[in-house]
């Protein structure tokens, strides 16, 4: 029998995959919203999206990669994982000069751009050549699915973030559904920006 570990997730486990690409597809809709979005969206949505890939990016290294170090045996299969983290490193650059400019910013919105485009090779990547090749390997995807989520709401709790999931598991979100996520997602983060907007104002100059 499975292990059973305690989540703060209501929904049933998922294993480790369908939590990752479903992290992905949440991403990716917030760079699209971005693009529509006026200046103040913008910034919210950059934001939102930043903190995302960060707990994102710490869940894969801290998990993910090592133990897929470990099981990948073949040496450009683990050459994958090694590209993948150096993918994140550059990644991390990119984001940490988003946190740091304000909307107004001359490259705010490029800069948000080029994240975008990164994370979108970089999950090609991950789901097109990695995924499959973990869904081979000896992994226990179902226990690792856990560890995943456990951590993810720990660090969102740690940074005082909302769980926000707008695409099904399964299936792209219709227009209508999209809709409907883009309205719940404006919500949460109208609230995060209430409480955020002053903090980071004491620390701009
Ligand atoms: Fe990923
Ligand atoms: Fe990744």
Same mark, same amino acid.
């Given at each position: 029998?499975? *292990?059973? @570990? ?5 929904? #049933? ?12 597809? @949440?991403?990716?809709?917030?760079? +699209? /919203? ?5 200046? $103040? /969206?913008? #910034? ?9 890939? @960060? ?16 099981? %990948? $045996? +073949?040496?450009?299969?683990?050459? %994958? &994982? ?31 751009? &080029?994240?975008?485009?990164? &994370? ?5 990547? /991950? ?6 090749? %973990?869904?081979?390997? $000896? ?8 560890? %995943? ?14 769980? /926000? ?8 979100? @219709? ?18 920006? *209430?409480?955020?907007? #002053? ?7």
């Amino acid at each position: 029998m499975a *292990r059973s @570990t305690p989540s703060r997730a209501s929904d #049933s486990p998922r294993d480790a995959i369908a939590l990752l690409k479903q992290d992905h597809r @949440t991403v990716e809709a917030l760079f +699209d /919203e971005f693009e529509s979005a006026d200046e $103040e /969206e913008q #910034s919210s949505i950059a934001e939102r999206v930043c903190q995302l890939l @960060t707990i994102h990016a710490q869940i894969e290294e801290e998990i993910l990669y090592p133990e897929a170090m470990e099981a %990948l $045996e +073949d040496e450009e299969d683990s050459e %994958l &994982v090694h590209e993948a983290q150096v993918e994140h490193a550059s990644a991390k650059d990119l984001i940490a000069k988003i946190e740091g400019m304000a909307p107004e910013d001359d490259g705010f919105r490029a800069t948000v751009k &080029v994240l975008g485009e990164y &994370v979108k090779h970089h999950v090609k990547e /991950e789901e097109g050549e990695l995924f499959p090749k %973990l869904k081979k390997a $000896e992994i226990d995807l179902k226990d690792m699915g856990s560890r %995943l989520a456990d951590r993810k709401f720990a660090l969102m709790e740690q940074i005082g973030i909302q769980a /926000e999931e707008p695409a099904p598991a399964r299936k792209r979100a @219709t227009a209508k559904g999209s809709r409907a996520a883009g309205a719940r997602a404006r919500q949460a983060r109208a609230g995060s920006r *209430r409480s955020s907007r #002053s903090s980071s104002r004491a620390t701009r100059h």
